[in-house]
C-alpha cells in the first residue's frame, strides 16, 4: 500500500531554516506529481508547493515563493522541502500528498510533521 512519511519538523527560530523529507513507499515514484501543504491550529488545509512527476515544474503559493523550495529525489523515492527564512506564520503541521494524475486530486497523505517557529 501507499505510504508517505515526513519528517524533519521541529522548533525553529523565525529566519531559521529547515528542510522536510517525505518518504515514499508502495507506489512508482517516478509517476506521479508530489505535494506539500500545511495545517495551522484553527485553520484549513493550505496548499505549500508542488513538483511535477518529472520535476519539469514546481509551484508555490505566494506566501512562501523565494523562502520554500520544493525537490525530489527518485533514487530515495523522497520529496523534500527547503525552508528557509521562516516566520512564525509558517507554523503549521506540514503533510505531503500524491497527485493522483487526471484530476489532480491529492489521494494519499502522510502523517504529518510539526513545524514551529518561535518569535
Known amino acids: 500500500q501507499v505510504q508517505l512519511v515526513e519528517s524533519g519538523g521541529g522548533l525553529v527560530q523565525a529566519g531559521g531554516s529547515l528542510r522536510l523529507s517525505c518518504a515514499a513507499s508502495?507506489?512508482?515514484?517516478?509517476?506521479?506529481?508530489m505535494g506539500w501543504f500545511r495545517q495551522a491550529p484553527g485553520k484549513e488545509r493550505e496548499f505549500v508547493a508542488a513538483?511535477?512527476?518529472?520535476?519539469?515544474?514546481?509551484t508555490c503559493a505566494d506566501s512562501v515563493k523565494g523562502r520554500f523550495t520544493i525537490s525530489r529525489d527518485y533514487a530515495k523515492n523522497t520529496v523534500y522541502l527547503q525552508m528557509t527564512s521562516l516566520k512564525p506564520e509558517d507554523t503549521a503541521v506540514y503533510y505531503c500528498?500524491?497527485?493522483?494524475?487526471?484530476?489532480?486530486?491529492?489521494?494519499?497523505w502522510g502523517q504529518g510533521t510539526q513545524v514551529t517557529v518561535s518569535s
Open positions: 500528498a500524491r497527485d493522483e494524475g487526471p484530476t489532480g486530486a491529492y489521494d494519499y
Open positions: 508502495g507506489l512508482t515514484f517516478r509517476r506521479y506529481a
Open positions: 513538483i511535477a512527476w518529472n520535476s519539469g515544474s514546481t
